[in-house]
């Protein structure tokens, strides 16, 4: 799926490939939507949509954000971008906080940050022409027209691999690979520093992922630029990410270094997502044990008290469901300073989870049933209850 190339993920344990100095910085980032009902749509309640994320994006570096479907990603990302107002926490770009600028005072930062999004059919006007839609942000932010913009367009159509001779055709008229390329020279227009990528390859096919990907990490020697890469497909984000950050209904449980991260995860979460990540490997595939989730992911209008990981974790104790562990690299334990997890137990360096054992549900980790559910009564074999544990099991690992 992807080009060796790309792999970034060998700079040493606990040291980003880059090393630069913060572009972005994010501190408390919170985002609560509001809940309405009745005809007069008084608030009933909140969905706790991001609940105080904190991390850092060097300059040119990539930090991928990974989690299973509505833990957050994509809501982050636009929180980032100035998209969604903040309901508490700061996001700094290059030290200015944009949580506190009005709409004109963002509107040069707009310039330096730029969105990628990931439905390269639904995203651009069917019914413009290429050229007119690259051209979009020289017309908004007024700074070039008639022939210079015409040029600028082609140059930055060449720049992405595309014919510039093709600048009159209509979207419909390109591949979907080419699509997105489209959308990625509309995005550096305006020479962005930062790039925030949503999911922007899952819509493609395996052969123009890696197209895409490659043309993203050339742009990023080339220009310079630091990505937020946001995905499902684990794999993607290894190869392309310097760090990771794992997200889990609403908090990063996890921030690492891609090596690290991949190799010696330290949540139980992040054990859970890896662990159904396919392996090329056929003998390293059989060794491996699959550490399957028992339940759903709870409401994030009702979030479990204090580790919100914990009516789903093997490893889980009393003080889990009482204090809200902090992102750090963990009491005891010699992790770089790159390399956090926000858990009071977090898994040891060779660790068995599938023996592990909740405190709180009482459950016996198996093999087949790893994660234990609260309730559900221990060591029953409950046939219901392996099968509803396999079918979740099998979609938290899809969309991971
Ligand atoms: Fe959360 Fe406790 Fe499990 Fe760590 S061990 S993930 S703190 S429930």
Redesign the pocket.
């Known amino acids: 799926m992807t080009s060796p190339s790309l792999d970034k993920s060998t700079p040493a344990a606990g040291t980003s490939s880059s090393g630069g100095e913060p572009i972005l910085r994010l501190s408390g980032v919170t985002k609560n939507f509001p809940m309405r009902s009745g005809v007069f749509g008084r608030t009933t309640g909140s969905v706790s949509a991001v609940a105080g994320v904190d991390f850092e994006l060097r300059k040119g570096e990539t930090l991928g954000l990974v989690g299973e479907s509505g833990c957050g990603k994509s809501t982050l990302a636009r929180l980032i971008m100035g998209l969604l107002p903040v309901s508490a926490g700061s996001v700094e770009f290059e030290g200015q906080d944009i949580t506190k600028l009005s709409r004109s005072g963002m509107r040069p930062l707009r310039r330096e940050m730029q969105m990628i999004f990931q439905d390269p059919y639904g995203s651009l006007n069917p019914r413009r022409r290429v050229g007119s839609i690259i051209g979009d942000p020289f017309a908004i932010h007024k700074i070039a027209d008639g022939e210079d913009r015409v040029r600028r367009v082609k140059e930055l159509m060449e720049l992405v691999g595309l014919n510039p001779e093709h600048y009159n055709r209509f979207p419909a008229d390109f591949s979907g690979g080419q699509r997105q390329r489209i959308g990625v020279a509309r995005a550096l227009a305006l020479r962005p520093k930062l790039l925030v990528c949503d999911e922007p390859v899952s819509a493609l096919d395996v052969s123009i992922q890696a197209q895409v990907i490659n043309l993203l990490d050339d742009l990023q020697d080339e220009l310079g630029l630091s990505y937020i890469f946001i995905a499902h497909d684990l794999s993607v984000v290894r190869h392309v990410s310097d760090r990771v950050a794992v997200m889990y209904l609403g908090k990063v449980v996890e921030l690492g270094t891609a090596e690290r991260l991949y190799t010696e995860p330290r949540?139980?979460?992040t054990n859970a997502l890896l662990s159904a990540v396919p392996l090329a490997d056929p003998d390293r595939a059989a060794q491996r044990k699959r550490l399957v989730l028992v339940g759903d992911v709870p409401s994030p209008v009702n979030p479990p008290s204090g580790?919100r990981?914990?009516p789903r974790?093997p490893?889980?104790?009393e003080k889990?469901a009482a204090e809200v562990?902090t992102l750090d690299s963990g009491e005891g334990v010699a992790l770089d300073p790159d390399d956090l997890a926000a858990?009071?137990?977090?898994v040891l360096p060779g660790e068995d989870l599938t023996q592990a054992r909740s405190a709180l549900t009482g459950v016996q980790a198996t093999p087949e049933a790893v994660f234990g559910a609260i309730g559900s009564n221990p060591g029953s074999g409950d046939p219901t209850n392996r099968d509803s544990t396999n079918g979740d099991s099998t979609n938290s690992g899809a969309r991971a």
Do not use: E, I, R
């Open positions: 949540h139980p979460y580790c990981f914990h974790c490893k889980a104790q889990c562990p858990c009071h137990f977090p």
